[in-house]
C-alpha cells in the first residue's frame, strides 16, 4: 500500500536525513512509527502524504506517485498533523464542507466517534479548546474511511481520558484494506493499539517488525536483581527493580514495552537485528 | 471509473464553496470597504462642494484603485500558504492543483475586475445623484472604458499583467508578497534597463549619453554635431518589432506569468 524505495531528502544541502531509506507498508496494519526528536518521523509523514518531494527515490501511495497530489490519491489519504488548521464554523458546517471531498465518508459513524469523544455536534469549533479540536479531527479522519490515515502526534493534547477513547476509536476503525500510521514520541499512549513498530534513525529505517514477532522473539521482563538473569540486551532501571529485554528462547509470551523496546534499539541495535535477521 | 484528476466541475464547485467559507470574513470585509469608500465618495465630495463636470474627470483615481486594489487583493492569493497549519489542509484537500489554482484566479482575476467596476459605476451614480439634488448638474459621460483601438485599451493590458506577475509573485512569496513582489518586479526592469543601455553602447558607442534620451527596447535619439551646433537622429525599431511588443504584451505576458503561477503552485511544498 505504501511503498518506498530509495529515498533520499534533505532540507539542506549535505545534510541528509534520509539516506536511501527503503519501507513498505500493508493494509490491515496500524504502525506505530517511533523516533527521536529530529529523526524526521513528521517528514516521512508529509512524504507519504505527498507534502514534500523526495530529493531521490520514489514515493508511491496505493499506486500513486504521492509527490503529484492527484484527488483521487487525496481523497483516500488523511493526515492528522500535528498542527492543524480548523476553519471558523460549527462542526455541522465544517462536515459540509469537507465530507463531499470523501465519497466513503461515513456520517454516523463520525456522530459516534463524537459521542466517544463527547464533543457537542452544534459547537462551533472556534469555542473548542485545541484538545476538543483535534478530537474533532480525529473523528471526521476516521469516518473519511480514507484508505491510508496518517496521524503525527495525535494523543498531544489529549486529557487522560481522551488518550484511551483514542486507543479504542482507533483499533475499532482499522479493517482490512486501512492503512494506519501513527508517529509519536509518547510510545505508552500506542499500548496495545499498533500491531507494527517502525523505528527511524540515523537517516533510515532501523527497525521494522510487528507486535507478534517481537514478542515471539524477544522476552520483556521485570527483575529484582539483574546478576540473576543472562543474556540482557537491554536494562532500564526503576523503583520496582530493572525492566529488562532478554531474547525469548522459552517461547514465552510476554508483553511487549515499547519504550524499552525502542531503547534498546537505539542502545543496542546490532544484537536485536541479529535476533530478527 | 477512473476519477478526473484534472478537472471536475462538481469538485470545484466544492471547492470553491470551502474556499468562501474560509475567506467569508475577509471577502465581506472588503466588499463593506469598497462599497462603503465608494458610497462615501459620492456622498461626501458633491457636499464639500467638489464638482465633477465628466468622468473623465475622476479616471485617474479609477485606475489607482483599480491598480492599487487589484494587486494588493491578488497578492492575497493563497496565503494559506503562508501557515503550515492552513497551508496542509490546502495542499491535501482532495481537489486538483487546477482547481485550487482556477478558484483562486477567478476570484483575484474576474471577480474583483467585475466588484471593482460594479463600485464605481455605483459610486459615480451616487455622486451624480448627489451632485444633481445640490446643483443641478449631471455628469457627462466622456470617457469610454475598454474602447479599442483606442490606447486606453493597454492600461487594461498593464493591469492584467500586473496582476499576473503578481499572482505569480503571491506562488513564489508566502508572506509580505506584496512588497516582495513589488521590489522584484522593480529589480527586474532595472535589469532590463541596464541590458538596454548596455545594447545602446554596443550599438552607439559612448559618444554621448544615449541613455537619457532612449526609450528602452523601443527608440534612440542620438546627437550628432557639436561643439556649436547639434542635431538629433531617432531611431526608431521596425515596425514588424514594435508590433511584436504590442502582441508580446497583449497576448502573451499575463498568460505566462498565470501559466507559471500554476505549475509553481503545483510544486508547493510544506
Known sequence: MINIQSLSFSYRKNKPLFENL?????????????????????????QIAGLLFPDGGTCEVMGYTSAKRQPAFLRELFLV???????????????NLYAPFYPNFDEAAFSRYLKEFEIPREQQLTEMS?????????????????????????????????????RKVIAAAVTEDKCIVISTHQVRDLDNLIDSIVIIDGHKIIFRED????????????????????????????????????KNTGNEQSKIDMELLFNAVLTNQQPIQEIFN | MQANNVFNLRRMQLYLQKHLADQLRFYLMGTLAILGLAAAFGTLMPLMHTEI???????????????????????????????????????????????????TFLISTVGFFVF?????YLALNIFEKVQVSLIGRHIQRDYQFLSAPDEKVYFYHVYFILQSIFLFGATCFHKYSFIKTLLSTLLFLLGLYVINCLIITVLFGLQTEFWKRSVPFFMVAKLDGGPISWHTTVYVIPRWLSDTYLFIVRFIIAPVFWTLAYFRLKDQEI
Do not use: W
Not at chain 1, 224 to 240: I, K, P, Q, W, Y
Open chain 2, 53 to 103: 463636470h465628466q468622468t473623465s474627470n475622476i479616471v485617474p483615481l479609477y485606475y489607482i484603485g483599480l491598480f492599487a486594489g487589484g494587486l494588493l487583493f491578488t497578492s492575497r492569493s493563497f496565503n494559506e500558504l503562508a501557515h503550515k497549519e492552513k497551508g496542509i489542509d490546502f495542499l491535501l484537500l482532495p481537489a486538483s492543483q487546477f482547481e485550487k489554482f482556477l478558484t
Open chain 1, 211 to 246: 507486535v507478534q514477532t517481537v514478542t515471539d522473539k524477544l522476552s520483556f521482563k521485570t527483575v529484582s536483581r539483574m546478576e540473576e538473569t543472562a543474556g540482557v540486551l537491554f536494562a532500564d532501571s526503576n523503583l520496582r527493580g530493572h525492566t529488562i529485554i532478554t
Open chain 1, 130 to 166: 485545541y484538545g476538543q479540536k483535534k478530537k474533532v479531527l480525529i473523528s471526521f479522519a476516521l469516518a473519511t474511511n480514507t484508505k491510508v490515515l496518517i496521524m503525527d502526534e495525535p494523543t498531544n493534547g489529549l486529557d487522560i481520558p481522551s488518550k484511551s477513547q483514542f
Open chain 2, 116 to 120: 471593482y467596476h460594479i463600485s464605481c
Open chain 1, 81 to 95: 498533523p500535528e498542527e492543524f488548521y480548523l476553519p471558523k464554523v460549527s462542526v455541522k458546517k465544517y462536515v
Open chain 1, 22 to 46: 527503503q519501507l513498505t507498508l500493508e493494509a490491515g496494519h496500524i504502525y506505530g512509527l517511533l523516533g527521536k526528536n529530529g529523526a524526521g518521523k513528521s517528514t516521512l509523514l508529509k
